[in-house]
C-alpha cells in the first residue's frame, strides 16, 4: 500500500508530505483547491505522462516521491527485481520532471526507464475515474480479470503449456516439411553426386600426398643424372675408396714405430671412408627413388585432377569431398525416410493439438462459471447505485479455431444501461457517472481477485447525492477493509466514511503574492465541520454540523 508521497514544486504545491494508512482516505476541498493537481502528481510518480507546464511557475524543476509497502512475493517487487532493481525494504518510485519537458525515473535511488517505473506502478495503484480509460475499462484486461475471479490460474497455465507444446509440434512439422521439400527439389542431383563421389572414393588428405608425389615424379628424371655422377664419383672406376683403403694399410704397418705420428692420420682415413660409404648409400637410396614408372606419373595426374575437377564442381576443398558424400548420403536417405517420419510428426501435432482442444474447453466451462458468478455478483450491487435498470454482461466471444496462449474466448465486459436499449461495451454505453458507479461495483466484486493494493477513486459520486452517494461510501468503505482506497470527493456521504480525512486548500504564501496547496489531515472536530461545509456550502449552519455528526456516527 502507498504509505507517503512526498511532492515538491508541482503546479501550486510548493513542499507536500502525506502519509497514508490503511483503509478509506478521503480528499476534499472547494473545486479549485488543488484536487487534481495532487493526482496528478500521484500519476506522475507511478510513470504517467510528463509535461513541462507541471513545474511550479519559477522553478526548474519539481518532483514526486511515492513509498509503497508490499509483500515480498507482490509483482511490483518481480517487476523490479527483473529490471535488476534492489527491492529491499520500501518501494521508492520517484519522478522528476524538468521545466523544458524531461524527466528523470527513479526505483529505490536506481535510474529506470519510464516504461520500468509505469509497469511497477502499474502494479501497485490503479487510478480511475469518469473518463478513465484504463483499467477494468480496457477490454485487454477483461480476459484476465475473469480468469482471477473464477480462480482459473491452473486452467490457463494447462492452455498455456497445451498452447506452446502445439506450436512447437507445428514448427518442426512445418520444419521437416520445408526440407523434404528442399530435398526432393534436388533429389536427382544429390543421387547423382552420391554417385560419383562414391565412385571416386576420396580421402582426407590425398590431394597433398598425390601432388606431392607428381612432383618428385616430375623432378626425378633431372636429379637422377646428378645423382649417377656422383654415385660414380664415390663407386665407379675412379673411386677414391681403393686408393684410401691402401693408404691405410701401409700407415697402420707403421704404426708401431710411430704411433703418435701414424694413428691420428688412420683415424681420420677411417672416417673419410666411412663417410663415403654412408653417401654410396644415400645415393644407391636416392636413385632407387627416382625409379619409376611412367604410367605411375600418368595414374597420379588423372587422380589428382579428378580430385580437384570434383571439388571444383560441388564448391568446395578436395579434402572435404568424404564428409559431402557422407551429408549428400544423409539427405538421399532423409528423402527415403522423409514420408515415415512426416506421417510420426503430424501424429505428435495431432496428439498436441487434441490436449490443447481438452484444456481449452475445460477453461471455457470455468469462465462461462465464472462469467455468470461475476454477472450476478455485480448485478446485485447495481440497485443502491442508482443502476437498478442496467444490467452488466460478460460477453464472451469463442473461436474454436484459434491456438491462443489464453484459450478460445475473446472476453469483454458489457453493458445495458436501460431495458429496451442495446447493449454495448461498457466504455462506449455508459456515460460518465454510469461508468465510474459501474467500475466501483466491479471493484467491490474483484478487490480480492488481483486488484492492486492501492486504488484511486477520482470523484466517481459526481452528480448523485442523498442515497446513493450514502451507498457508493458504503462501497468504498468495504472494498477498504480488502485493499487501501483513496477516494477525491464532493458527498460528504462518502466523507463520513472514512478512515483517513484530507482537507486540500489554497493559501497564500507568506511574503508573497503567490498562493500554494495544503493538504490538511483532518480530526473529529475540524472533520465534522468540513462535512457540514460539504452540506451546507459557505455558510455552515448548526443544522448542517448536526447532520454531519449524524453522518460520521452512522458510518462509525
Not at 646428378?226 to 675412379?238: P, Q, V
Not at 559431402?324 to 527415403?336: H, K, S, T
Not at 461495451?425 to 466501483?440: D, T, W, Y
Request: hydrophobic share 45%; aromatic share 4%.
Amino acid at each position: 500500500m502507498l504509505i507517503q508521497l512526498a511532492i515538491r514544486d508541482i503546479v501550486l504545491i510548493d513542499k507536500l508530505e502525506l502519509h497514508f494508512h490503511e483503509g478509506l482516505s478521503v480528499l476534499t476541498g472547494e473545486t479549485g483547491a488543488g484536487k487534481s493537481i495532487l493526482l496528478d502528481a500521484f500519476a506522475l510518480a507511478l510513470g504517467g505522462r510528463g509535461d513541462g507546464s507541471l513545474v511550479r511557475h519559477g522553478e526548474a524543476q519539481g518532483q514526486v516521491t511515492a513509498v509503497f509497502d508490499c509483500p515480498v512475493d507482490h509483482p511490483a517487487r518481480r517487476i523490479a527485481h527483473q529490471a535488476d532493481i534492489d527491492t529491499e525494504g520500501d518501494l521508492i518510485l520517484r519522478r522528476v520532471q524538468v521545466a523544458d519537458g524531461r524527466t528523470r525515473a527513479f526505483v529505490n535511488d536506481q535510474p529506470v526507464s519510464v516504461q520500468v517505473l509505469k509497469s511497477i506502478g502499474a502494479a501497485l495503484v490503479e487510478i480511475h475515474g469518469q473518463h478513465d480509460d484504463r483499467a477494468l475499462v480496457d477490454p485487454v484486461t477483461h480476459r484476465t480479470i475473469l480468469d482471477a475471479f473464477g480462480g482459473l490460474q491452473t486452467e490457463v497455465r494447462a492452455v498455456a503449456e497445451a498452447a506452446r507444446s502445439v506450436r512447437d509440434a507445428r514448427s518442426h512439422l512445418q520444419g521437416h516439411k520445408d526440407r523434404i521439400a528442399k530435398a526432393r527439389k534436388e533429389a536427382d542431383f544429390l543421387r547423382h553426386a552420391v554417385e560419383e563421389l562414391a565412385t571416386l572414393a576420396p580421402q582426407p588428405g590425398e590431394e597433398a600426398a598425390l601432388a606431392e608425389r607428381r612432383i618428385v615424379m616430375m623432378q626425378s628424371e633431372k636429379v637422377a643424372q646428378d645423382l649417377n655422377e656422383a654415385f660414380d664419383a664415390i663407386a665407379g672406376s675412379s673411386s677414391p675408396v681403393t686408393v684410401l683403403a691402401s693408404a691405410v694399410r701401409k700407415l697402420e704397418r707403421r704404426s708401431a714405430q710411430a704411433p703418435k705420428l701414424v694413428d691420428p692420420s688412420v683415424a681420420a682415413l677411417d672416417g673419410a671412408l666411412v663417410a663415403i660409404e654412408e653417401a654410396r648409400m644415400a645415393l644407391e637410396e636416392a636413385l632407387r627413388a627416382t625409379e619409376y614408372d611412367p604410367r605411375e606419373l600418368e595414374q597420379t595426374e588423372e587422380r589428382l585432377f579428378a580430385l580437384r575437377a570434383a571439388a571444383r564442381k560441388y564448391d568446395v576443398a578436395a579434402d572435404d569431398l568424404a564428409a559431402l558424400r557422407e551429408r549428400f548420403v544423409a539427405d538421399v536417405a532423409a528423402i527415403d525416410a522423409g514420408e515415415e517420419q512426416l506421417a510420426a510428426l503430424e501424429k505428435t501435432l495431432k496428439a498436441a493439438d487434441a490436449t490443447y482442444v481438452k484444456a481449452a474447453g475445460t477453461l471455457t466451462k470455468g469462465r462461462r462459471k465464472a462469467a455468470a458468478a461475476l454477472d450476478a455478483a455485480v448485478q446485485a450491487e447495481l440497485p443502491p447505485l442508482k443502476l437498478e435498470r442496467a444490467r452488466f454482461i460478460t460477453e464472451i466471444q469463442s473461436d474454436e479455431t484459434s491456438r491462443d496462449a489464453s484459450g478460445f474466448e475473446r472476453v469483454e465486459f458489457w453493458a445495458q444501461t436501460n431495458p429496451g436499449t442495446k447493449a454495448g461495451p461498457l466504455m462506449k454505453v455508459a456515460s460518465g457517472g454510469e461508468l465510474s458507479r459501474f467500475m466501483l461495483a466491479l471493484k467491490v466484486v474483484l478487490a480480492d481477485k488481483g486488484s492492486a493494493p492501492t486504488l484511486v477513486f477520482d470523484e466517481i459520486d459526481t452528480g448523485v447525492g442523498g442515497a446513493v452517494a450514502d451507498a457508493i461510501g458504503q462501497r468504498l468503505a468495504r472494498l477498504a477493509k480488502r485493499v487501501q482506497v483513496m477516494a477525491v470527493t464532493h458527498a460528504p456521504q462518502v466523507a463520513a466514511q472514512a478512515s483517513s480525512h484530507f482537507l486540500i486548500a489554497k493559501e497564500g504564501v507568506k511574503g508573497s503574492d503567490r498562493v500554494a496547496t495544503r493538504v490538511l489531515p483532518l480530526a473529529d472536530q475540524p472533520r465534522r465541520e468540513e462535512i457540514a461545509r460539504m452540506l451546507a456550502g459557505a455558510t455552515i449552519t448548526e443544522e448542517a454540523r448536526a447532520a454531519a455528526a449524524r453522518l460520521l456516527e452512522a458510518a462509525r
